[in-house]
């Protein structure tokens, strides 16, 4: 069973920065792509940062240029280090993982930045 974990969300004023970290339970090599996806109150889930089997990444507007996306194959983890946050960033991110033609959501994990 594909299990994804998030960590690394709180609180931070606005400027600041976080990184978030998703742990797979198992190699993320077997992954066709690996992602970040947001969710603000009352808003859709939208992407965020996607990176894909051949290290291809892609980033929304709204963050690129801010936001990280990383993976580090030894320990099945992705990384998304967020910069000079805004408080149009708070948001509950979720980690995205898509393999066998199955998409896999993590638990979420909440991000506020503070104005």
């Known amino acids: 069973q594909v299990q994804l974990v998030e960590s690394g969300g709180g609180l931070v004023q606005a400027g600041g920065s976080l990184s978030l970290s998703c742990a797979a339970s198992?190699?993320?090599?077997?992954?066709?792509?690996l992602g970040w996806y947001r969710q603000a109150p009352g808003k859709q889930r939208d992407q965020v940062a996607t990176i894909r089997y051949d290290g291809t990444t892609n980033y929304a507007a709204s963050v690129k240029g801010r936001f990280t996306i990383s993976r580090d194959n030894a320990k099945n983890t992705i990384t998304l280090q967020m910069n000079n946050l805004k408080p149009d960033d708070t948001a509950v991110y979720y980690c995205?993982?898509?393999?066998?033609?199955?998409?896999?959501w993590g638990q979420g994990t909440q991000v506020t930045v503070s104005s």
């Open positions: 198992g190699s993320i090599l077997s992954f066709r792509a």
């Open positions: 995205n993982g898509q393999k066998n033609w199955q998409s896999y």
